[in-house]
């Protein structure tokens, strides 16, 4: 097994496991944690902003928190928004920029999912799948 | 000298302190933090994403690290450059949901500082005013 | 006026400000912002474990995560769920020691602030004043 | 090798890994180091509050600072010193509403490590093995 | 009373407050919470790293950590063990690059704070004064 | 192949990866980030500071923002700048009580680290080598 297909196999376990405990997590009776499930939902939805800027908002929000699983959601979330290269490299700049250096490992990880979105490489997290 | 007008008078003497100690800064000899101040103001720019997108997403990074300064500063590019109130409620909630409880206190600052903005009571941060 | 009649007075300012900022928070038609303020209430209501083991968590929450309001509000919400000074200085000490000495300028505002309850100084905020 | 073997391997590992860095960092002659440790074991020591309460409130504070190698020895503590699931899920969703969405992928590492703990796959990590 | 005299008069009452607090917590009855007080003063103390790098250590810790309390301090302490106005501003450049533009507020009050040691309008803290 | 085997062939993957991704990255037509880069390099070198001290600055904010992949470059960093192993350590318990508890996973990373870059098993990441 080569390492990129090590690689490809670690992104479908990844996605196999966030689709199966979020529904774990939606299956207990704890009403606060299943309304904050929703609320996260409904929060990316179209209003006086449309989903593109929510979505963008979103990244660069995960990106200055450095959290790697919600800024690959969010990346395939801007994608599927319509999102192109260059406007991805403008939010990843604004992240960078204001979260400083220690964003750049995730900057790294950022850039090869989506390099890997682009070539098909990636999964693309559904789209009720939160955070 | 009642409350409100004690804090009318904070307000004008935090942009006068924010103006004097940004020109402090930049006139020492120190190179990296002057290239960091100008990269900042290059990151707001218009590119790829327009400056309205571009600030609401400044806006969310900064609600999501909680910090009044920067949000205030956001706050009013954001209004500068075109976003109206309900805009301005649906970045809040994002970083409210994003950075979680937490950020309720700055909450509540960001919103006193919009409605002042509004009735014209707080001065605006010019433009080349960092974070 | 005093050093200590000014200070009391911002206590006095602050709860105002806070009060009347909620309020204006949740009259805006943003949803997702009223349900969150919703959820946070909800959150720390008796359920598998009572209120004082909740907002003990909260209270150790607050401090990691440094924010002086938050820790202030848990610490009033601590004590009138009957948490006493022992517990309280118990609970601090989690705090410090997770989040390190960054957290000693929040220690001190936080006894500070449990000193004035004990006496009678310190406004108490009210049970539905979030964060 | 299943991705279940792999994974249960991974927890092997990492299990044996803390306790030889642990051991290798307390036989280092820095003095600061091994009181901070022993400090730590001290802190969650029962006292005016019971373990279960603190430990309890160390994963609260865990989940907020998102620290997952944490997160799961606070659960497995907490469930040693008498937690049920129902009781770690409304600590779970404390962690959540004050951390916020960003919180969501340790949640689902938490849950997981919770379901293996209960159903005997997890090692618990020793009683002395800090953080 | 001129804004500029008013604020010297907040520098005097927050060190003593600083001063009245640390005695306060230090009296009470909880010995983690004093032998973490105890550790702080430890780590600063000349060992294989002089006071000196010790101090910018702890002063880029601040920045990054965004916490004005241990700035100032810190800042003070570096001033005491020889740290001049161009090695100062490294410091600050590197807190800046590493933590981003989230910093400059911050910065803006380093810098203010320094100004005033350097002119002896600003109370150094004491040396036992922790955080 | 043994635990360690397929350990060190992970060090060998990721040094790999970052290099490859840091290129890629420069690769982009992206100011910002590009001059982001650049000015990361440029806050390391020698001025009114050596090497040494902003290197060990630097380790001490990647422990108390808890980024391995940072906290290994800069151990990897320091030790060509000629920091020994009890300087070290000091910077270690600088991080450790700044940061609190939350720091330690990160500690026992480090530790592993240099102890594999002291018996010549982990590879040092280039000059050039970001964050």
Redesign the interface.
Known sequence: MT?MDEHDDRVK?FTE??QR??Q??LD??????R???S??T???QA???DVK??E????????????D??ISYHVAQCRDAGV?R??M?????????????????H???A??FL?RLETGDAATPGAHD??
Chains 1, 2, 3, 4, 5, 6 share one sequence.
């Open positions: 390492a376990q496991f966030r405990m979020n774990r997590i207990e009776p704890n009403q606060v944690v309304r904050f499930f609320l996260d409904q929060t990316y209003g006086a902003l800027t929510k963008l908002c979103g990244l660069v929000a995960s990106m200055v928190l450095r959290c699983d919600c192109n260059a406007e490299f403008e939010a990843f700049s604004i992240g960078l920029v204001v979260g400083g250096s220690i964003v750049i490992p900057l790294r990880r850039v090869d390099d939160h955070g």
